[in-house]
């Protein structure tokens, strides 16, 4: 899957991980500034959960995998992005392959993110100004200096449905999570159909967790 390397980009950021969802009873809960300060929050949680169980997370994998399972796959949209990431495919494929493909994604981004679990460590993360869109949808901009190297923009778009908020999408330097994958994956389709893909997910998932 060409996108891992994109993937691995974005974790090594510290941020495609932290993603926050909730409401705030200081301010209108689909505000723009509530997603902002749950992101930060966010990440705090996770950077301090990282740094409590590195040495664990080091001797087993699970721990890492139970990590992502608990405090990062809840807060994303999965059905959302799973649509865009198929684009054409999801309005073609049937039921059954919708459900089985986001069960097979789901596995394949949290594998993706234990994987980089490991490499997780503290930086300072500027915080820019949010951009919100229409349909209480927001973009929470960040910023993280690197020394001697330009800044790596991290973008995340969240969307308040069903009163949380929940990501649907993250750019790293320009690069859309959701673009990375649907070109790969569109590849796949076309050579080997959304059963294929599928299957192909199937056994890299199967692989992974028994490492």
């Known amino acids: 899957m060409a996108c891992v390397g994109v993937l691995r980009k974005f974790t090594a950021g510290c941020c495609l991980l932290l ?10 809960p689909d505000s723009a500034a509530a ?11 996770v950077v301090a959960a ?3 169980q590195r040495a664990a997370i080091s001797a087993d994998p ?3 995998r139970a990590l992502v399972n608990t405090l990062v796959m809840p ?15 999801w309005r073609r494929a049937s039921p059954s392959q919708q459900a089985r493909f986001i069960m097979e994604f789901r596995t394949l981004v949290m594998h993706t993110y234990s994987t980089a679990l490991t490499e997780l460590t503290h930086r300072n993360v500027e915080y820019l100004s949010p951009r919100a869109a229409a349909n209480h949808e927001v973009t929470i901009r960040t910023r993280i200096p690197q020394p001697g190297a330009s800044p790596i923009t991290i973008n995340y778009r ?30 796949i389709i076309k050579r080997d159909g959304l059963d294929g ?14 490492t």
């Not at 330097?173 to 673009?179: E, F, P, Q, T």
């Open 19 to 28: 993603l926050g969802a909730g409401t705030s009873a200081a301010q209108a």
């Open 62 to 64: 699970g721990r890492a």
């Open 35 to 45: 997603a902002q300060r749950l992101v930060r929050e966010t990440i705090d949680r």
């Open 197 to 210: 893909l599928i299957e192909q997910l199937v056994a890299k998932n199967r692989g992974s967790g028994s």
């Open 75 to 89: 807060l994303v949209d999965q059905r959302r992005i799973g649509r865009l990431v198929l684009g054409r495919y």
């Open 158 to 187: 969240l969307a308040y449905r069903e009163r949380r908020w929940k990501v649907f999408d993250v750019t790293v330097d320009g690069v859309s999570l959701v673009s990375v994958y649907r070109n790969s994956f569109g590849t």
């Open 50 to 52: 990282v740094s409590d």
